[in-house]
C-alpha cells in the first residue's frame, strides 16, 4: 500500500505545460493498428522518446533559469526517476534533490536532529504507528523524538536518488510513503513534509 502525502507543490504550472505540449504532439503523430505509418516514414516509437526528450530538457532548462551554478552533465543523467521526472514533477534539478537527500544522509547517520529539522517544513504531516495524523504548525523537541525514532532514522541514512518516486502535485516519497519532500520555490531544495510510521512499518515487513 502507497501512503500518500499531501499536495503542497506550486510549481506546476510551466512544467505541465511543457508535459501537456507533448502529450498533444504525441497523440497527433500516434499510428492506429492497420494504419498508415506517418508520412514521413519515422518510427512513433522514435517520436515519442524524442517528445519525452525535448519535454524533459524543457523543465530542467526552466529549472536551470532559477539556479545560479546549475550541473548540467548531472542533471541530465539524473532526471529519470520511477514515475517521471524531477524536473518536471517537482521543478526542481536533480543535483540539488540529490544534496538534500545527502544532508539528511549524514545528519540521520551522525544522529544530529537538529540538522534534520533544518530539512523539515512546517505546516509538517506526522503519521504515527497507528495510522493517528498530526497537522504540526511547529515543531518541538518532543515531536522530534517521536517523529524521528530509531528506525526511521536508519530509513533516513539511506536515502538514494535512485530510490526516489515522484508524484505530480504531491512530490517525492521514498518506501511506500515513509517520508515524503516536496519543493516549494522552483529551482530549489526539497524538504521533508510528511513522516509515516505507519508506511515505515509495512516497508520494513515487506522487505525481504
Not at 502529450?23 to 503523430?29: G, P, T
Not at 530538457?57 to 539524473?78: A, E, I, M, T, Y
Not at 544530529?112 to 529539522?117: A, G, L
Amino acid at each position: 500500500m502507497l501512503y500518500a502525502g499531501r499536495i503542497i507543490i506550486p510549481w506546476r504550472d510551466l512544467a505541465s505545460y511543457v508535459l501537456l505540449a507533448g502529450s498533444l504532439l504525441l497523440s497527433a503523430c500516434q499510428v492506429e493498428p492497420g494504419g498508415d505509418a506517418p508520412p514521413d516514414g519515422s518510427d512513433p516509437l522514435t517520436s515519442l522518446a524524442n517528445l519525452e526528450a525535448e519535454a524533459t530538457q524543457d523543465c530542467l532548462s526552466l529549472v536551470w533559469g532559477q539556479q545560479g551554478n546549475p550541473d548540467h552533465k548531472f542533471d541530465r543523467s539524473h532526471d529519470e526517476v520511477s514515475g517521471g521526472t524531477i524536473s518536471c514533477v517537482l521543478g526542481t534539478s536533480p543535483s540539488i534533490f540529490s544534496e538534500t537527500l545527502e544532508t539528511i544522509n549524514s545528519a540521520a547517520a551522525s544522529g544530529d536532529t537538529q540538522v534534520i529539522r533544518s530539512q523539515m517544513r512546517l505546516p509538517f504531516l506526522y503519521i504515527d504507528a497507528k495510522g493517528n495524523r498530526r497537522e504540526l504548525t511547529e515543531l518541538s523537541d518532543a515531536d522530534l523524538e517521536q517523529i524521528l525514532s530509531r528506525p526511521m532514522l536508519t530509513l533516513m541514512q539511506d536515502l538514494a536518488l535512485g530510490d526516489t518516486t515522484v508524484v505530480p502535485d504531491q512530490g517525492a516519497f521514498f518506501a511506500l510513503g515513509a517520508i515524503w519532500l516536496s519543493v516549494d520555490t522552483p529551482g530549489g531544495p526539497p524538504r521533508i513534509v510528511t513522516v509515516n510510521q505507519q508506511a515505515l512499518a509495512e516497508y520494513r515487513n515487506s522487505a525481504p
